[in-house]
């Protein structure tokens, strides 16, 4: 009986491959099967379209070394992409132009790219002996790998072949002992660490197959579906290339996964960013413990279907470089907002573009004939900002100067950060929200001032305060926080780690 195992036919076409950078860092254990691998690696991937001098390759004393060493890449990278590092895993700074260079594929023609790395093939080769050894590097390798790519959102393809004698690890590198040589799975991880990149970054992923689906489609025909992944919209704005034929035109698909019929059609696999008859849904681009997290509760407040995806920060300061190559923001900055043919940076624009949108009608901006209250509300969204910056103010000094110094700095900030915490205990005075007795754009930027103030602690101990000194805020930030909506945005995975629970 024939076997059903393996994968299907990789996609033959990537657009965009040719702007992607590839790392690989295998093991040196077992180097009889390590080289194969590594060579059918670099061949689908070249085969796909990456650059040769796009591939950058490492490697480690064995498998056990395989999660650090594509951690460690993987930082590097992004630290090389906003700098000029030549040694992706050489100091610890990862600043050292005078160590070592990273290794670039042979044949490569031209200067490499020194963007972050778009994905990391992680190959190692454990073959079982006579102790426990075995299962022990195996397991932590495999879920090391699995938790560097959880951790980071760069893909991270498991390369690491587990066999149980030598002649199973030789087959499946390709270099078999008899007449069957077996099959090379690095040419499957090559493709694939191409492919898992282009899908993190949002690239339309349309994969047309044919199915025999006599009760859908006449006798003598195929029915032809295309699937569309939750974060994809087809609008019908255009149509489908046909071969030349008559376009179809693609009906519109709601954000829950289906297939849709479109009729017997034949086109190659599609894999666009930005197609004219296909357009992305909402998108938030996230940066971890930011101002993005007052768009998103917005969103949340007024029910609206978004992606978030979410960026981390560099040694917990800057965010990581494809925050800027994947939103398009020039500033490189969060949050930014993609809402169909809109784009904005700033969480105030955002906050109120969202809100005069799509509930132009509601109260969010103050009551519609109440212009106390509606200059109150900007007033507020105004001062959220100022409030920042003098908080801001006490905390870069942190990052960047002595101890002493920048406990100077935050004395001559103090004042205006407690005068700032006095004006909204005020506001909050026999009132649960800061304008009016319900939730208003006010409070969607506000709340996340007042919990960074108070978390990072800027003006409030090293005065001999504490955060009990403001009691209505107190009550307010955690009222804010039981609403439904702030909760979502948690639930949908934002990293915020200033919520105010106690």
């Not at 006449?218 to 376009?247: F, K, M, Q, W």
Request: hydrophobic fraction near 40%.
């Amino acid at each position: 009986m024939a076997s059903i195992k393996g994968p299907a036919p990789a996609p033959t076409s990537f657009p965009g491959a040719d702007k992607l950078r590839i790392g690989i860092v295998h093991a040196r254990w077992n180097e009889e099967c390590i080289t194969p691998l590594v060579q059918g690696c670099v061949e689908t991937i070249t085969k796909a379209g990456v650059k040769p001098e796009n591939i950058v390759i490492e490697s480690v004393p064995g498998s056990w070394e395989l999660p650090h060493g594509v951690s460690r890449l993987i930082s590097g990278s992004q630290v090389q992409a906003s700098s000029n590092v030549s040694d992706l895993m050489g100091a610890t700074s990862l600043l050292d132009d005078n160590s070592k260079p990273s290794t670039p594929v042979a044949g490569s023609s031209s200067k490499p790219s020194k963007a972050a790395l778009d994905a990391v093939i992680g190959i190692g080769v454990l073959i079982k002996g006579s102790t426990m050894h075995f299962e022990y590097i195996s397991e932590s390798c495999c879920s090391g790998l699995m938790r560097v790519g959880l951790d980071t959102g760069v893909p991270v393809i498991l390369g690491v072949l587990t066999a149980l004698t030598e002649d199973q690890a030789l087959e499946r590198s390709g270099v078999g002992r008899g007449a069957n040589k077996g099959h090379n799975h690095g040419l499957d991880w090559g493709s694939a660490a191409v492919e898992m990149r282009l899908v993190a970054a949002g690239v339309m992923l349309v994969e047309e197959r044919a199915y025999d689906a006599p009760e859908l489609a006449d006798e003598s025909t195929h029915a032809t579906y295309l699937h569309l992944s939750t974060r994809i919209r087809a609008e019908p704005v255009g149509s489908v290339p046909n071969g030349g034929a008559d376009p179809i035109k693609v009906p519109s698909i709601g954000i829950e996964p289906r297939f849709s019929r479109v009729g017997a059609l034949h086109c190659s696999l599609l894999r666009y960013p930005s197609h004219d008859w296909v357009t992305m849904s909402r998108v938030l681009y996230y940066l971890e413990d930011s101002r993005a997290f007052r768009v998103a509760w917005a969103m949340e407040e007024l029910e609206l279907d978004y992606e978030l995806k979410h960026y981390r920060r560099i040694e917990g300061k800057r965010a990581e470089p494809t925050l800027k190559s994947e939103s398009g923001n020039p500033l490189g900055k969060s949050p930014y907002l993609v809402d169909s043919e809109v784009k904005l940076g700033e969480s105030a624009a955002q906050v109120k573009y969202l809100i005069q949108r799509y509930a132009p009608e509601s109260s969010l901006l103050g009551p519609a004939e109440d212009w106390q209250k509606r200059g109150d509300v900007e007033a507020w969204i105004s001062f959220s900002e100022g409030m920042m910056v003098h908080t801001l103010a006490a905390i870069y000094p942190r990052w960047f100067l002595d101890p002493a110094s920048a406990a100077q700095v935050e004395a001559k900030m103090t004042p205006n950060i407690q005068n700032n915490l006095n004006a909204l205990e005020s506001a909050l005075t026999g009132s649960d929200y800061l304008v009016g007795d319900s939730l208003t754009a006010a409070d969607l930027m506000c709340v996340f001032s007042a919990e960074y103030t108070l978390y990072m602690d800027t003006g409030i101990s090293s005065n001999a305060k504490n955060k009990q000194d403001w009691p209505n805020t107190l009550a307010w930030l955690k009222r804010c926080a039981q609403r439904p909506a702030y909760k979502r945005v948690l639930q949908k995975g934002a990293t915020h780690k200033f919520t105010v629970t106690e």
